[in-house]
């Protein structure tokens, strides 16, 4: 199947500080890649639609201003998390989307990050 | 917006057929059912999909009824390395964006 990487896969910052995580599409070109985000002991939860070249399309609840979304290149997406506070820590996930023949998603292996 | 109910948990002894229900009673004519499940830490893996007639590859089989309002994934010989999370998603085979349920929590037990 395709592979999505995501870096780092885990990462510690202070509170107040700005975090970049990248998801890179290793084998396949995406033109909308996923962010969710799980916290311990729940689901994922969507928190934005990454398009190529365009705008994100961020879910309900989800501050478009905090987390930061860039989707430059047919295999990259990032997600920043600007002015980090303990409750930013989670598990974020992100998954990206074929389009030759059928549309399958396929996630990255998870970005840790822990705001202390 | 998950259009599924799943239960919490289950076991299954290893080695023998883990079968996973799904309800999705709401779902659409043009909705696939798929299966994706996620071992502790790890981003989620993909099983398997479909629309109406039953399917199988090489994880899994998946079962879906008549009238579609359910399903149920089938590993036929479970193993410890299947223990993990598991997510019914139902979604329009277009590209759009999966919305998670809670899943089912399977143990194989030895």
């Known amino acids: 199947g395709a592979v999505v990487s995501q870096h780092p896969s885990r990462v510690i910052c202070k509170s107040g500080t700005s975090v970049k995580i990248e998801c890179r599409s290793l084998d396949f070109q995406a033109t909308t890649m996923f962010w969710y985000r799980q916290f311990p002991k729940q689901s994922l939860m969507l928190m934005a639609t990454s398009n190529e070249g365009s705008k994100a399309t961020y879910e309900q609840g989800v501050e478009k201003d905090k987390f930061l979304i860039n989707h430059a290149s047919l295999t990259l997406s990032t997600l920043t998390v600007t002015s980090a506070h303990p409750e930013d820590s989670s598990f974020y996930i992100c998954s990206a989307l074929t389009t030759s023949g059928a549309y399958e998603q396929y996630f990255g292996p998870g970005t840790r990050l822990t705001v202390t | 917006d998950a ?21 999705h009673s709401t779902i659409s004519g043009n909705e696939y059912v798929y299966w994706y499940r996620q071992i502790h830490s790890q981003g989620p893996q993909y099983i398997i999909h479909g629309l109406k007639n039953n399917e199988t590859n090489e994880m899994a089989s998946l079962i879906i009824t008549e009238d579609r309002k359910s399903s149920t994934l089938i590993l036929p010989h479970a ?6 999370v598991y997510y019914c998603i139902v979604n329009t085979n277009t590209g759009n964006q999966f919305y998670f349920g809670t899943g089912t929590s399977l143990t194989v037990i030895p």
């Open chain 2, 79 to 84: 193993t410890l390395r299947d223990t993990a």
């Open chain 2, 3 to 23: 259009k599924t109910t799943q239960p919490p948990s289950m076991d299954c002894a290893e080695g023998r057929a883990a079968n996973l229900p799904c309800n």
